[in-house]
Nanobody, 125 residues
Framework: VRLVASGGGSVQAGGSLRLSCTAY????????MGWTRQSPGNERELVAN????????NYADSVKGRFIISTNDAENTMYLQMNSLKPEDAAIYYC???????????????????WGPGTQVTVSS
């Protein structure tokens, strides 16, 4: 499984960015997709995640009402629309997926957690 993220960049406070993350891999059954972020001197924190199928979403309190997570299931792609960005949103954003166990014939392919390489978001005040 390989994750490719894009959409990071620099923006002024109050601006918007949209991150995307696409998962590539065969025999992959994705059950959760999400974003975490980490800024210098801080621990990595969950930003948002979404369960496929059930469409349950979860957001960090700090981004509720400003960020929207969504997916294109057919393309195994996830988006994070970030609005009203603040300087404290600046970080490296990492996408991740959680996959389920999959049987290919009689062969079990174990699910797991997979991470993208990260994309930088810079917000200037």
């Amino acid at each position: 499984v390989r994750l490719v993220a894009s959409g990071g960049g620099s923006v002024q406070a109050g601006g918007s960015l949209r991150l995307s993350c696409t998962a590539y891999g065969s025999h992959t059954k994705i059950k959760v997709m999400g974003w975490t972020r980490q800024s210098p001197g801080n621990e990595r924190e969950l930003v948002a995640n979404i369960t496929l199928g059930g469409r349950s979403t979860n957001y960090a309190d700090s981004v509720k009402g400003r960020f929207i997570i969504s997916t294109n299931d057919a393309e195994n792609t996830m988006y994070l629309q970030m609005n009203s960005l603040k300087p404290e949103d600046a970080a490296i954003y990492y996408c991740y997926i959680v996959t389920s166990d999959v049987f290919i014939g009689r062969t079990l392919i174990r699910g797991g957690h997979y991470w993208g390489p990260g994309t930088q978001v810079t917000v200037s005040s």
